[in-house]
C-alpha cells in the first residue's frame, strides 16, 4: 500500500514532539499540527491515511475537527487521545462512527505504535476489499456492455444473412426465368424456318404443361415437360429448308429418312446441358407412336415416356389447326375428331381425354365470350384474337386465340402494306374476357 502518512494534531509542541519520537522510525511519513483549523488544510493538502488527535484544543475540539475530517476524508482513520475527564465525549464520538478508536493519556508507547499499525492494516484490508470489489462490479458493467454489444452484432448479422437469402431466392427465380425466355427465344428461332405459323412451340408448351400437371406430375417433372415442349423441334436446326419447307405427307422416302432424324438431333443439341438430360429422352421421343409405329425407336404404349406422349397428341394437334398453308388447314372440329379416332393407336388414350377435357373448358370460355369487329388501326397490345386473321392473299398472319403484342401488330401493318387485310379484325370485346 505503500508509504502511510500520519498526522498528529496537538496544541502542545512537546506532545506533537513526543508523538514524533515515538513513530519515527517505524517508516511513517509524518505530518504536524497545532490546531484542528491548520489540520483541516493539511488534510486538503495531503492525502492522510491516519489522524491522531488531542481532544481538549483552542477553538476547536478533537472530536469537532474529525467530524470535519470525515466529511472531506472518509477513508483517513481518525484516533482520538484524550484524558480521563473527556472519555464520554470520546466514546460519543466512536458510537457515531467519527472516531476509529481512543487512548487516553498518557499513553503506553508500544501499545500506541500496534493500535495505529492494526487501525492502518484494517483500513488498507477495506480500501483493498472495496477496490476490488469495484472492479469487479466495473468488469461485470464492461461484459454486460459487450454481451449488449454482441448481441446487437447477431441481430444485425442475422438480419443481414436474411437479407442475403431474399436476395439470393429472387436471383434464382429471375435465373429459372431467363433460362425459360431463353430458351423461347432459342425455340422460335427454328420456328422462323418451318411451315407453322405464330407461336408452336408457346402453345405445345402451355397445353403440355396444363396436362402434366392435370395428371399429377410433380413440379419438376412438368417442367421438364414444359421445357421438352417448347424445344421438342429444336433439331430441325440440322434440317435443310428444302426438306422443311414440305409436309409430312409431300416428302418422299429419303426426306422423311432425314426428317425422322430431327428427334434425335435434338436430344443430342441440348445433351450437353445439365440438368436438361430428362428433358433431351422426352423430345427423342415426341414423335413416338402408341402402338409402335413412330419413329426414332419405335417404343410402344407405357414404353414411351409419358411426357413425350403428352408432347406428340398436343404437338399433332397444333400442328393440324395451324399449318400454313391455307389448303392443308382444317377445322377445330375436324382436328378433335382425329385427336379422338387416334386414341390408343397414336395416342395414349389418357392423355387424349385429358387434352379434351382442356380442350372443352377452352371452348365454354370462348363461347362466353363476345366477339367484336375493330379497324386496323384500333388494334391494342393484349387484345385477344376472336377470329384467324388473314390477308387478302390468303395467308394466315395471326391464329384466333393469340394475345396481340406490339410484334405482332408490326407484323400485320408490314403485311398490310402489301397485300392489305380487308374487313378490319375481330377480337374478344375486353369486358367480357376480363382481360384488357
Ligand atoms: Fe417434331
Redesign the pocket.
Known amino acids: 500500500m505503500g508509504e502511510h502518512t500520519l498526522l498528529f494534531v496537538d496544541d502542545e509542541e512537546n506532545i506533537q514532539r513526543s508523538l514524533q519520537r515515538v513513530f519515527r522510525k517505524e517508516g511513517y511519513n509524518l505530518l504536524t499540527a497545532s490546531s484542528g483549523k491548520e489540520g483541516l488544510e493539511k488534510v486538503v493538502q495531503t492525502k492522510v491515511d491516519l489522524i491522531l488527535s488531542d481532544q481538549r484544543m483552542p477553538g476547536m475540539s478533537g472530536v469537532e475537527f474529525l467530524r470535519e475530517v470525515r466529511k472531506t476524508s472518509p477513508d483517513t482513520v481518525r484516533i482520538i487521545l484524550t484524558g480521563y475527564a473527556d472519555v464520554q465525549a470520546a466514546m460519543d464520538a466512536i458510537n457515531q462512527g467519527e472516531v476509529y478508536r481512543f487512548i487516553t493519556k498518557p499513553w503506553n508507547d508500544q501499545d500506541l505504535k500496534l493500535t495505529v499499525k492494526r487501525a492502518l492494516q484494517q483500513r488498507d484490508l477495506v480500501l483493498e476489499n472495496r477496490r476490488l470489489n469495484e472492479l469487479t462490479r466495473k468488469q461485470n458493467e464492461e461484459l454486460k456492455e459487450l454481451n449488449r454489444d454482441l448481441e446487437k452484432k447477431v441481430q444485425e448479422r442475422t438480419k443481414e444473412i436474411r437479407r442475403k437469402n431474399e436476395e439470393l431466392s429472387k436471383l434464382y427465380t429471375d435465373l429459372e426465368e431467363n433460362f425459360l425466355d431463353s430458351i423461347r427465344v432459342f425455340a422460335s428461332l427454328v420456328e422462323l424456318r418451318d411451315s407453322y405459323i405464330g407461336s408452336h412451340s408457346k402453345r405445345v408448351a402451355a397445353f403440355s404443361r396444363s396436362i402434366a400437371e392435370k395428371w399429377g406430375l410433380d413440379e419438376k417433372e412438368v417442367l421438364d415437360v414444359e421445357i421438352a415442349a417448347i424445344l ?2 429444336i433439331g430441325k436446326i440440322g434440317i435443310s429448308d428444302k426438306v422443311l419447307a414440305k409436309s409430312y405427307e409431300e416428302m418422299g422416302q429419303e426426306e422423311r429418312r432425314v426428317y425422322e432424324q ?2 434425335i438431333i435434338g436430344q443430342a443439341s441440348i445433351q450437353i446441358i445439365d440438368n436438361l438430360q430428362e428433358v433431351g429422352v422426352l423430345i427423342r421421343h ?2 413416338e407412336s402408341w402402338d409402335g409405329t413412330g419413329y426414332p425407336d419405335g417404343l410402344k404404349e407405357d414404353g414411351i415416356p409419358l411426357g413425350s406422349r403428352i408432347i406428340s397428341a398436343v ?1 399433332a394437334y397444333d400442328t393440324m389447326l395451324n399449318r400454313r398453308k391455307y389448303t392443308q388447314r382444317v377445322t377445330r372440329f375436324q382436328v378433335i375428331e382425329r385427336l379422338k379416332k387416334g386414341r390408343g393407336v397414336q395416342f395414349d388414350p389418357e392423355v387424349v381425354n385429358i387434352f379434351l377435357e382442356l380442350l372443352e373448358v377452352k371452348e365454354i370460355e370462348a363461347a362466353e365470350r363476345v366477339e367484336i369487329r375493330i379497324a386496323l388501326d384500333q388494334l391494342e397490345e393484349g387484345m385477344i384474337l376472336a377470329r384467324d386473321l388473314y390477308t387478302s392473299k390468303g395467308i394466315l398472319l395471326i391464329p384466333k386465340d393469340e394475345v396481340i403484342r406490339q410484334a405482332h401488330i408490326d407484323k400485320i401493318r408490314n403485311y398490310h402494306r402489301i397485300d392489305p387485310i380487308v374487313g378490319g379484325v375481330y377480337v374478344y370485346k375486353p369486358e367480357a374476357t376480363g382481360e384488357v
Open positions: 421438342h423441334d430431327h428427334p415426341h414423335h404437338d
